[in-house]
């Protein structure tokens, strides 16, 4: 029973930090194009900021019922290990991204609208990927 609780709150917390991953890139277009427009951008570097935060505290909380579920229920297999590399991926675009963050604090970010378009689209393929090798267990 308690390996469904810790999975229960795996899910919910992987799935609030994709929330987070999947939304920010939108901020960081939101943010390019309206400083090329001439608007007001300010408030976008702060949502870009707690958003940030809020997918920091996600990812670590995923990261502990992911490593409880591992080692505290003995979950093992090849797909494992190729989820593991693709969570590692997850976790170098989520700091990529606090890079960004960290650009938009200083007033500017140094790629187009579409480079962040196209940025967004790296995680939803690599959740892809993570969801095939934990549903269908390729091997």
């Not at 900021?49 to 996600?58: H, T």
């Not at 990812?59 to 490593?67: A, D, K, P, S």
């Not at 170098?92 to 140094?110: C, N, P, S, T």
Request: proline share 2%; glycine share 8%.
């Amino acid at each position: 029973m308690m390996y469904l609780w810790v999975k229960v709150f795996h899910l919910l917390f992987m799935m609030s930090w994709m929330a987070g991953i999947f939304y920010l890139p939108r901020i960081f277009v939101h943010f390019v194009e309206g400083k090329k427009a001439g608007q007001q951008v300010e408030r976008l570097a702060i949502m870009g900021r707690k958003l940030w935060n809020f997918m920091s505290i996600m990812m670590v909380l995923t990261l502990i019922t992911g490593f409880g579920l591992w080692f505290g229920f003995g979950i093992s297999g090849g797909w494992l290990h190729a989820k593991l590399l693709m969570v590692a991926l997850l976790i170098a675009y989520h700091f990529w991204a606090r890079k960004r963050v960290i650009e938009m604090q200083a007033g500017h970010l140094d790629h187009s609208g579409v480079y962040y378009r196209w940025a967004n689209e790296i995680p939803l393929v690599i959740t892809l990927a993570i969801l095939i090798f934990v549903v269908i267990k390729p091997f």
